[in-house]
């Protein structure tokens, strides 16, 4: 009976509290269920010595268990059924007494020392999943995905924790139990054993022929729970497109079929995977049938070998032996998807996707920001190569603006600077070192970047402001979003600075979040500073105050701008033109316009009405 | 209580098979009762009348009562599995109805992810505890009554001996259950703070590394990883403590049984034989079984309840855009629009506008451009009535906007909106979006118009091309190009384009207002940018300034009389 809970919360885990979203059910075999095994089983080391001590306590309970319906039994026979001793009686019921205590004692303690365990176990996944995560190389999360990371990471590990903390008692004590039991019924008679077991391969028949045909449905099961999780996620994410295009009536027909395929999918799925339970009730209904029956007979025939508190005890036995059959047949596919799940969260760890920390990391005391990019290589994906033979240099507060088409490799530049990602071949130099050779933290210390789509977490604007450089004063960062033209509508929100920014910043603008990611880095004071067409989603007017701002703060310092706008371009020192994956102009825009190269031509298709302008003016 | 109820609604469709399913469920049950009660009878009257056949008359009995429980049990699981899958798929349909009429102001209150939990896990965990918890609740409860009625007809004065003991036991576990209830809620808030730093964390990558942040931020996930381990595990180690408890308080509920019992035995005029003594202390075990599988009931229950409330909640919004009493329905429209005295906030913020006033004619071109936060995508949003106005009236036709009904008014507007959000399937479905009737030669004619089709043929498969979830697999202009495509595809009488150029270059964003320009469809059309190679070739162009329109005219006109234009333009061109 209460298997059949235990049998549903495995096939949904995501009914755990918090888990939200991502959640698919693991049904999927582990690829290498001995590698991730002894791998986990290396992982738990230090919970070894725990681990051993919950397993004495539950040996030591599993073999009271066994004991107690013997002395129950002798107790009836001997001093009920064949004599009539009331006060010996009495002290075997003491004595069993003490043994249920003993075993309520062990159990407990054992349980006690599970739940530390298998909390830590997980404490520890996360732990060291999220630290290595840190350090992974970012065309990691291209890969991999984020939604398939968080996964991992949550999921995941909690089908390993589901395993864990209910699996290893169940299968210890159930396998113990099994032996304690069959070795305590042939001990008492052997007859009676053999009746109680004359059912086992009829159910063991039945669970393997079950098995795989529960295996199928889950996965078909799984596959269109799936694809509900994306129907929903995307439709509601959608809602306000498919709104305007005003489809809702359509969606929801394209949503409930799926819903619908879903439904039918988990409706085969549990019907077949709920006759385990019926079966394994007749089973024990038979089994005990056959213990009254041959044992019944017995008592008649020879009752001096055959006694009712005989009878009475294996009925005991019947149910003690059949329980963990069913619960080790349950358990079976919860360890295999936790398996999985172990595979899959040691894929993260096992990644070596990393940037590296230098071994004898050069100090940058005194850094003055020389960038320079030595025929650099690079691809996201090997064979299709984004940048080739990139060479360039910026001095100390130079301006250096990339222009090109989308898709360029503009990004990708700045993706490399960062360390984002490594180069493939060749080497970009910080004042004449490799970037490889400084300390990360060192190297990205250097540099302030603003991102195309600016990111913050959820938090106030003051903690969002102060993300890159935490003792700044008050002060300094009044003076910061002043400098980026924030101050103003900052102070006009009603909660000031302390305006908690929402999920997808809806109480703020694009423009706005694109003014605050600019006083972050303005705050953040770096040597190096990196623009990724900050200034496109800003209009003119606005970004023609963070002009003036940008002016100042590029003052001794490397800025390198990516920008369509070619009136920030026009004042750069020098233009990097990138097409077809390498720099194939190079120079001030006077002497790119003398060229009548590629940039020219991109410089009219651009200004065009300029030029009419400036006639008209004439 | 009230959330426990309208959510219970979602049942009444399968009261049938629900009542048929407990009915089983109660028989199955009562059958497996009999099982002890026939062992009793086989060793009372089998064993002492020294009747083999006898015995095995009973034993055939019990094997026949466990095939029927079994058979019983099967197809009551059966109809509770079909109806409670049926339950969630009703309550998610709903839901999603729901959200579906939402305003954008209801938007604005709910966070993408609180909407998908609800729809997703939620539902999930209501099913469960119909599936799972009722159906324990109900087999616990059976068991529970059948075995302490059995032991009074066994033994009455034994039996008083349970009495005794069952209302202590259930004391303290319904003690213990509760106490153990908040402690629930805090593991949840628990790992939903662990969750949200992983998330954030993750999507915010670059930035962390930017900034070299990762000391923190694995500080922060530690501090929240490690109070969900302190939590989490004193809740595991409540309940491994408290089922062995259960177990405890059963067993020596058994010895203290056959101790009475015992004693009884041996006092033939009580009536009590060894037979009964053994099925007797086989009840007892049995009544304590239900305790433990009452726990877990208690479990399914409060997740249940809490979910409950969750969906509850959304189920119970009225969206505040709703359709009027008595709706005037557009088939086509001239598209002459009028805003009059027109105020609006959102929410309880700043006003937006005040008193605004503005009129567009039928087949007119009008740019708007203006600085950040002017309400330039606001005063577009008011239009198909995402939000409703406060203050003043809109109208199309010289009919009030709020005077025809929603789909038909909205059907008439297409807005392409700055989020450009595309859905998992081919470039082509994502371009046929809001017109599904459309040829394959209307799907190019509307890419090419956009500058989409030539990349779309670059891509594998040309319109065919699979784009991943949430359009996934394209850059930020791409994106822009096929979102343009689809407004311009379904686009009937009016068509908005939210300042959906920002990331194409100068030359796209000209031959795609050219494209516009040469198409003879008669539509009204309002491009919004804030860049002036967007919006020149406009026929009028509205300067918008903090919810106020400072100037309107031609590119020409402006330039020389709009001071705020000409710095515009001044900021946007190298050649001034």
């Not at chain 2, 309208?6 to 469709?13: G, H, I, N, Q």
Request: glycine share 6%.
């Amino acid at each position: 009976m209460a298997e059949t809970a235990a049998h549903e919360s495995k096939t949904t885990q995501k009914i755990r509290p918090g888990n939200r979203g991502h959640h698919h059910m693991n049904f999927e075999k582990p690829k290498d269920s001995k590698a991730s095994r002894t791998r986990l089983l290396r992982y738990m080391k230090e919970l070894t010595p725990i681990l051993l001590g919950s397993m004495v306590f539950l040996v030591t309970a599993v073999l009271l268990q066994v004991a107690a319906p013997t002395v129950l039994g002798n107790a009836i026979t001997d001093h009920l059924e064949r004599s009539l001793d009331l006060s010996a009686f009495l002290r075997q019921m003491i004595i069993l007494s003490g043994i249920y205590l003993s075993m309520f004692a062990s159990r407990a303690v054992s349980s006690v020392m599970i739940a530390h365990a298998s909390n830590r176990l997980i404490y520890k996944m996360r732990r060291d999943g999220f630290e290595k995560l840190q350090r992974l190389s970012l065309s990691y999360y291209d890969r991999a995905g984020v939604g398939d990371i968080i996964s991992r990471m949550t999921n995941d590990i909690e089908t390993v924790y589901n395993a864990f903390s209910n699996g290893f008692s169940s299968v210890l004590s159930g396998t113990l139990s099994i032996i304690g039991t069959l070795a305590a019924m042939f001990i008492l008679n052997i007859p009676l054993s053999f009746a109680v077991l004359s059912v086992v391969p009829f159910a063991l028949l039945f669970v393997v022929l079950l098995g795989r045909r529960v295996k199928v449905r889950a996965l078909e099961n799984q596959k269109q729970v799936g694809g509900l999780n994306t129907a929903i996620e995307e439709s509601v994410e959608g809602m306000k497109i498919i709104q305007t295009f005003h489809q809702e009536q359509k969606q929801y027909e394209g949503f409930s079929e799926v819903n619908a395929r879903a439904r039918d999918a988990a409706i085969d799925f549990f019907v077949e995977s709920y006759k385990m339970m019926p079966m394994m009730e007749l089973m024990n209904g038979i089994s005990l049938a056959l213990v009254v029956a041959i044992g019944g007979t017995l008592v008649i025939i020879s009752p001096e070998l055959y006694s009712i508190g005989l009878i009475s005890a294996f009925i005991l036995y019947a149910r003690q032996f059949f329980e963990p059959i069913r619960q080790l047949s349950n358990i079976y596919n919860m360890l295999q998807s936790a398996l999985a799940g172990a595979e899959r969260f040691f894929q993260i760890i096992d990644t070596d996707d990393m940037i590296s920390e230098p071994e004898h990391p050069v100090t940058a005391e005194e850094a003055r920001g020389d960038v320079a990019f030595e025929q650099v290589d690079f691809s996201y994906v090997t064979g299709t190569p984004v940048l080739e033979q990139i060479t360039f240099s910026a001095s100390s507060g130079s301006v250096t603006a990339i222009v090109g088409p989308t898709g360029a490799g503009k990004t990708t530049i700045i993706n490399l600077l960062n360390r984002f990602y490594d180069v493939d071949a060749g080497r970009i130099t910080v004042d004449g070192r490799d970037i490889r050779d400084y300390r990360l933290s060192d190297l990205r210390a250097m540099m302030g970047v603003v991102l195309q789509e600016p990111f913050f977490f959820a938090g106030s604007i003051r903690e969002n402001l102060m993300y890159g450089r935490l003792e700044a004063s008050e002060q300094q960062m009044i003076e910061a979003a002043t400098l980026a033209n924030a101050h103003h509508f900052i102070s006009c929100l009603p909660e000031g600075y302390d305006t908690i920014l929402t999920e997808r910043g809806m109480n703020l603008s694009q423009g706005e979040r694109q003014l605050l990611a600019i006083a972050r880095t303005i705050l953040a004071d770096p040597k190096i500073l990196i623009l990724d067409e900050a200034t496109s989603n800003i209009d003119s007017l606005t970004e023609a105050h963070i002009q003036q701002a940008m002016k100042h703060l590029m003052t001794g310092k490397t800025s390198l701008v990516i920008a369509h706008r070619l009136s920030t371009i026009k004042n750069a020192d020098q233009l990097l033109v990138i097409h077809d994956h390498t720099i194939i102009e190079q120079g001030t825009h006077q002497e790119l316009m003398a060229q009548q190269g590629f940039y020219s031509r991109l410089y009219s298709i651009q200004f065009e009405q300029a030029q009419v302008t400036e006639d008209m003016s004439i | 209580m009230k959330p426990f109820l309208e959510t219970m609604r979602f049942l009444s469709p399968y009261r049938k098979p629900m009542v048929i399913s407990f009915i089983l469920l109660i028989c199955s049950s009562l059958l497996m009762l009999l099982q002890p009660k026939m062992t009793q009878w086989a060793i009372d009257i089998g064993i002492a009348a020294g009747s083999p056949v006898m015995i095995l008359g009973f034993a055939a009995a019990i094997g026949l009562s466990a095939v029927l429980s079994m058979t019983v049990s099967y197809y009551s699981g059966v109809k509770l599995i079909h109806a409670s899958q049926h339950m969630s798929y009703d309550m998610r349909n709903e839901l999603f109805k729901k959200i579906s009429a939402f305003s954008f102001a209801d938007f604005d209150a709910w966070r993408t992810g609180e909407l998908i939990v609800r729809i997703n896990s939620d539902v999930s965990t209501i099913r469960m505890f119909i599936r799972m918890g009722l159906f324990l609740l109900i087999q616990s409860l059976i068991i529970l009554i059948g075995s302490l009625t059995s032991m009074f007809i066994i033994n009455a004065r034994i039996a008083s001996v349970m009495a005794v003991i069952m209302p202590i036991v259930l004391a303290l576990f319904f003690f213990s259950a509760s106490s153990i209830r908040p402690i629930f809620e805090q593991v949840r808030t628990a790992l939903d703070q662990v969750n949200n730093t992983l998330q954030e964390n993750l999507v915010g990558a670059k930035l962390v590394r930017s900034f070299s942040r990762q000391p923190e931020e694995i500080r922060k996930f530690d501090t929240g990883n490690l109070a969900y381990f302190h939590i989490s595990r004193k809740v595991s180690m409540l309940i491994g403590i408290i089922m062995p408890l259960m177990m405890l308080f059963g067993n020596l509920a058994v010895v203290i049984v056959l101790y009475a019992g015992g004693n009884m035995v041996a006092d033939p005029a009580n009536g009590m034989t060894l037979g009964s003594l053994i099925a007797f202390s086989n009840y007892t075990l049995t009544a304590f079984f239900p305790l433990i599988m009452l726990g877990m009931v208690l479990s399914f229950l409060s997740m249940a309840l809490a979910s409950m409330k969750r969906v509850h909640e959304l189920l119970q919004i009225t969206p505040t855009i709703r359709e009027p009493q008595d709706p005037v329905h557009l088939s086509s429209c001239a598209g002459r629009i009028t805003f009059s005295d027109v105020s609006f906030r959102y929410g309880d913020g700043a006003p937006v506008f005040e008193h605004f006033d503005l009129s567009i004619d039928s087949g007119e071109m009008v740019g708007i451009i203006g600085t950040t936060g002017a309400g330039k995508s606001t005063l577009m949003h008011l239009l198909p009535r995402f939000y409703d106005t406060q203050e003043g009236s809109i109208t199309l036709d010289d009919i009030d906007i709020c005077r025809i009904s929603l789909s038909s008014l909205r059907s008439r507007i297409t807005i392409a909106l700055q989020e450009t959000m595309l859905f998992s399937g081919t470039i082509a479905e994502n371009i046929r979006f809001g017109k599904p009737d459309a040829t394959d030669r209307e799907i190019r004619e509307a890419a090419a118009a956009a500058c989409a089709h030539e990349f779309i043929m670059e891509k594998e498969g040309g319109y065919e091309h699979v784009l991943g979830e949430r359009g996934q697999g394209l850059s930020g202009g791409q994106r822009q190009r096929i979102s343009i495509a689809r407004a311009i595809l379904s686009a009937p009488d009016i068509l908005i384009l939210d300042d959906v150029t920002s990331a194409l270059d100068a030359s796209t964003e000209r031959t795609i207002i050219e494209h516009l320009h040469a198409s003879e469809v008669s539509q009204t059309r309002i491009i919004i940018s804030q860049k002036i190679n967007a919006i020149r070739q406009t026929d009028r162009i509205l300067v918008m300034d903090r919810g106020t329109i400072i100037a309107s005219g031609t590119h020409d006109e402006l330039i020389q009389s709009c001071r705020t234009y000409q710095e515009i333009y001044e900021t946007q061109n190298p050649a001034s």
